[in-house]
């Protein structure tokens, strides 16, 4: 088990950075595209779809983050309501609702990937379709994460009733 624990920490600590350098790169080419525009008045062709591209692999990748740290939306008044027994079939069914919508989005992902294989960003001169299989490989992580969460047996973070 304690493998298991490392492999998942690695994981996640991996995807984790990636978001942040991601992240980090679209804001480094929307400033520069802000730069290239309005000061040296030759607007850049590839930093708007670097951006848009890198923005969309920072949510896919982030969305397993969020997974893994219980931060979605939960069903707080069910669990609040159901102790014990009637509470732990309560996850397992979130969990299996979970991992059959992001399995299914996995599978729209990727034949959405293999649809577009041969169309071209033009800014960037490669397949559009490296952009589109953010999308199952984040659904696939999101999967890893739903189940890593649900082995942990973890309560779920308690609701912040000062904003309401």
Sequence with gaps: MKVVQVLDRSLFRAVS?????LLFSAVAAGFYQVISRFILQSPADW???WTR???IWTVMLGLCLAFRHGAMLSVEMLH???KGRARRWLEHAIMLVC?????FMAWVGGQMTYRVRF???ASLEFSISWIYVAIPIGMVLAIVAVIARWTENVEPPPVDDTVV
């Design 17 to 21: 950075i990636i978001c942040q350098l």
């Design 47 to 49: 930093s708007e779809a």
């Design 53 to 55: 591209s890198s923005l």
């Design 80 to 82: 609040a309501l159901l």
């Design 99 to 103: 991992v059959g919508f992001l399995g």
């Design 119 to 121: 169309q071209m960003l």
